[in-house]
């Protein structure tokens, strides 16, 4: 019945955002490595994150982020669902004011963007409701290519 859970919990509305936010990796409940991500997009249910670090998908981890205009920052408990490797959008070919163009051998190499949707599985009642009066007070659209049944489960 995972399916009609995962159906379930898609039909969250997601929102676009811009929130740093540290994921925290867990092995026999001590923590093992953290890292930096940007928040893309968030839900009551899960969220959407890049990283340039690579995350095993079925990671278990903790997520915490801060939204602007609140001073405690929301913990959740999370598992790493679905994770897409891509590669970073490239600077611009024209050379910054005061820079010369760089040789093609001294181009460094691209970056790659780690993209993982997570789904929260445990938030207390404070932070679940705190990110609810964010989402409501931003009033910002929910992505308009967020088909309510599609599959993305987080």
Do not use: W
Request: proline fraction near 8%.
């Amino acid at each position: 019945m995972e399916t009609h859970r995962f159906k379930r919990l898609s039909r969250a509305d997601r929102y676009d955002v811009q929130i740093l936010g540290n994921i925290s990796l867990e092995k026999d409940g001590e923590k093992q490595e953290s890292y930096i991500c940007n928040t893309v997009n968030v839900s009551l249910s899960g969220a959407l994150v890049e990283t340039s670090s690579l995350i095993p998908v079925g990671s278990l981890l903790q997520y915490t982020f801060r939204m602007p205009g609140f001073s405690v920052p929301v913990n959740v408990i999370g598992e790493i669902v679905r994770g897409v490797r891509e590669q970073a959008p490239a600077e611009s070919e024209k050379p910054k004011k005061g820079r010369k163009k760089k040789k093609p051998d001294e181009e460094a190499a691209p970056k790659k963007i780690n993209r993982y949707g997570i789904i929260f599985l445990d938030m207390n009642e404070q932070d679940r409701l705190a990110l609810e009066i964010y989402l409501v007070q931003n009033r910002k659209k929910p992505r308009p290519d967020a088909d309510p049944d599609g599959p993305e489960p987080y």
